[in-house]
């Protein structure tokens, strides 16, 4: 427990799942996430000390990081995020001042629904916030991202911390990766919700597999430009791609149709969801969980099974995972009336195929960051 009294400001940042749109905001495709209600809060007040004291409500652990040497901290199993947040947050020109802050993470690690963005955008803007500067969500994303590229090595695109920033409150986000415009889309689903299931695969490979997916989008993406005028894969459409497809062979055709075709499912996910049609919109998940265990082979074999489990319902229009893969969360899209038969149901036949058990989470669409003064 938090004594809130201790502290000036609360500011927390938002975890968030992607309905569909995945593995393409680094190919430069629009994508289609909502922030969510699981999140990380940062409790803070300045210290008038050159460090940063941070604890956590969920560890033991206490780490002191000194603000003149945050280069050293990348090895640490805790406080590595809120280090790397720091520095490229002072390295883009900010004030750091000392601070204690107590963190409180309701966002599950290693579950595909960005607790890594939700660290780093609450502890960039509660650094902001401590420093008494006005917030700017845009910003602090495109830093945040910076930080989980140049300090933890993930060289991941804009999607996560954009919406732990930016999201919306019963909104979905329709971002395009490549302007970062982003249009506010009302999540109504009629009589249907989406239930987040989390298989409880730790995902220790997806660093690496990630990387070396971007590497393979990237060969891709040079290669096509020497046929078709285009700056990134996201400009092609299923259409074009049957144009030059031919130049890719093997995986990388693979892994570049899987992009091309995702981005043309968000067009139509995104008329799906303003016309309410959740019929295609389930259809359209089934078809991204494959794509992505087919061609893309992010998947593995525990979200196949949770996935599979979960289309194999009466009440699920449709399934697939989220994020980054090879562990982690499905999105189903169900019927609410059979929403508690559904849990009992894939939970029940999740285990049996995988001796893993899964977890359904209960969780809102909701803002991006949030600042309180205490
Ligand atoms: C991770 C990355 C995102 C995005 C997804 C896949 O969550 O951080 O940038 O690439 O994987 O859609």
Redesign the pocket.
Known sequence: MVNEKEYTWKVSAAGRV?II??????CGGK?FPAALSMRNTVYVRPNGTNTIRLRWTTLPDEVTLDLNALEKYRDIPYGNYQAGSALLWRNAGHKLVGCDMVQDCTVPFGS?L?SS?AIEVSTIAALATAAGEKIDPVEIALTAQKA?REYAG?N?????QYASACGKKGHAMLLDCKTLSCEYVPVALGDCVFVIANCNKPHSLADSK?NERRAETDEALATLQQAADISCLADLTPQTFAQCGYLLSGKIYDRARHVVEECDRVRKAEQAMKSGDTALLGQLLNASHASLRDLYEVTGKELDALAAAAQSHPACLGSRMT???FGGCTISLVQKEGVKDFIAYVGKKYEASTYFSASFYDTDIADGIVVEKL
């Open positions: 992607n749109g995945e593995h393409v905001d680094y994508v595909g960005s963005a989980e993930v991941c695109g804009i999607m996560d990630y994020g980054g893969g």
